[in-house]
């Protein structure tokens, strides 16, 4: 497999999980690996996106929000 190759599967499975959150938001752990993912591709305008989608989803989790709060800050994607 060539870097393109690559790099096109690694976007794939990144997608994948994204349809898969927006669908049904309640893992947590899967919004932080989409964040963190997003952060690796490059794309931190759509980590800040998903981070903000995590909160909403998660918003009757408030120790599931403070974990992607604590994500977000230590990614440098506040303010």
Known sequence: MNDVQR???IRGMVA???????????????WLR????YVVLGDR???KGAADDARRA????PDD????????KGLGLEG
Do not use: Q
């Open 7 to 9: 790099a096109d599967m």
């Open 16 to 30: 994948r999980l994204a349809d898969r959150l927006h669908a049904n938001g309640d893992d947590v752990d899967g």
């Open 34 to 37: 989409l964040v963190r993912a």
């Open 45 to 47: 305008g759509k980590a």
């Open 58 to 61: 998660l918003s009757t989790r």
């Open 65 to 72: 929000v403070k974990r992607i709060d604590d994500l977000a």
